[in-house]
């Protein structure tokens, strides 16, 4: 069949997507070949003179023990996070694929904290685990655990993982709960009849056909937890106590903004766009690939 | 190897009744064809059975033993299904396997297991591939051998030819028939095919709307129909059923305004009684001095032929006969009375004289 223009010529179609084509260039291309740019320059103290550079800026930075720190850091966050909100959301989708009463409202309720701001969600934890006035905060002092996230950068880091988590649990729950549901109900009743039960089912049976969705949901949310989190963390503490959870993407705010030193600021970002894209090609990747059927 | 009894089962999804007391008994390595059309709750019972579904009332007991409240993994079944339900993620053996593994059976015990059924059932070059690497047909034996390896009490079949091909799916009803023969495991066979009921069952159970109708070994069911239903379903083409009256003391049958005699049988009803006669269409004959029907279609089946005749909004009529008949505007027919089937209008059940 012969696929007819309904509109003729170049013109409408790039008016169309002209307003993408303006967003895309001013708010990311742009800046990133400012920060390409910059990420080569350095100023000097006063923010008079800059100077080519070349490459200085990065050996610096991968020389710098602080940096290093912040990757460490970072791979733990990220790891955690990962794990937390994928291993939670995992049993919730589990559980909400069996036949109960009100699953209807369970899941709605489930896909809620996506729909919350990352701000407003770190504020709620904060409100949680606030030491004085804190609901479970306050309590874990009495009981006699010394909780104070404003002091330990250890405990800090447990509330911005947490927080972080969380606001990720509802897109892994959606897409695990999807991923149960696309398993055809034949091959789990086949398996019960084979004598599999419980755990044995789920780990020989259902978890291989969920695979596809496992590496799917691993790369988003890695993806996530190391540049989409930046909002909670803040929130949460600031990047403090000192750097206990200053990631890499808040350091690149803190070294640039707070701190003016747009040169190391501009190669931190520029190796976290490197980052990305990576990351991104692998997302495409298991976008692309068919689920195993 | 065992019976099976199943003991006034009925189920309900919700307020909606689909089985309506199934009683049944099994003998030990016998082969039993439920049939019945799409939806009448033949996969419900079978799940049942299975223990994938517990029935609202009512008792399934295998080899005597109460299992209605058993999970499907303690009763010792195997179940083939209609779209196979083979693993995906393993290969031919790992799914054959996989039922013995859980068993803890020890490692060379299953080699031998698997080698031998899939030896019986032609899978040795495929061991090794998946599912998706299999056509349809392998992925039925695949099935098969799932089902054989675990040497069950019990063999359910839901439908497992469905989805083959005409020619393979009389290919492997042959199989099914041969190994069942072989392997004498107690079987539950359920289609919607009356077909493949006739040639595998040892007795055929036919299921209408939840209600088991008939219950009789197939040629029982083929010549002595159990009510207007089951002479409808069974055999195809279908039995005409043509309403009329009783007549001469319960010995004639006025169809069309035609009077046929039935022979020597006499039904006790008084004159004007309302029933519905049987006959199938290869037994009605072309005969000078039969009644007249007008032809409204001739359908060629290759060495027989099919003639549809009947008035618009009266009673239809169809014959088979023997290809090259000449057939004109219409046909004379006459119906012998050794082959005519008498059903009670009102209830639909067949009437013995
Ligand atoms: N889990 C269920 N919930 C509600 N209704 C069901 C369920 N399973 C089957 N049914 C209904 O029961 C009837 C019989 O289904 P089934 O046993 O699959 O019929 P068959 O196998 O004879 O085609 C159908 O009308 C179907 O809609
Ligand atoms: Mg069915």
Redesign the interface.
Known sequence: MERRTLFPGRLLPALLILPQLVLTVVFFLWPAVQAIRSSLEREDAFGTSTEFVGLDNFTDLFADPLYLAAIGRTVVFCACVTAVSMGVALVLAVLADTEIRGRTFYRTMLIWPYAVAPAMAAVLWVLMFHPQIGLVGAWLNRIGIAWDYKLDGTQAMALVILAAAWKQISYNFIFFLAGLQAIPKTIIEAARIDGARGLRRFRTIVLPLLMPTVYFLLVVDLVYAAFDTFATVYAVNGGGPGQSTQTLVLKVYLDGVVNANVGSSSAQSVVLMAGVIVLCALQFRFLGRKAVT | MAGLKLDGLRKSFGSNEILKGVDLALADGEMLVIVGASGCGKSTLLRIV???ETPTTGRVLIDGRDVTDL???ARD???V?Q?Y?????MSVFENMA??LK??GLPRAEIRAKVDAASALLGLEALLERKP?QLSGGQRQRVAMG?AIV?DPKLFLFDEPLSNLDAKLRVQMRGEIRRLQRRLKVTSLYVTHDQVEAMTLGDRLLVMHKGVPVQLATPTEVFERPADTYVAGFIGSPAMNLLPGKLGRNGTMVTVAGADIDLGSRRFDRPDGFPVVLGIRPEHVLLDAAGTTWPVEVVELLGSEMLVHAGRPGEAALTVKIANGTPVSDAIRASFPAPHLHIFDQATGLRMEA
């Open positions: 299975a223990g994938l999970d499907p993994s079944i195997a179940m299904f779209n339900a083979l693993y995906p993620h996989y039922g859980i068993r998706r799932r675990r």
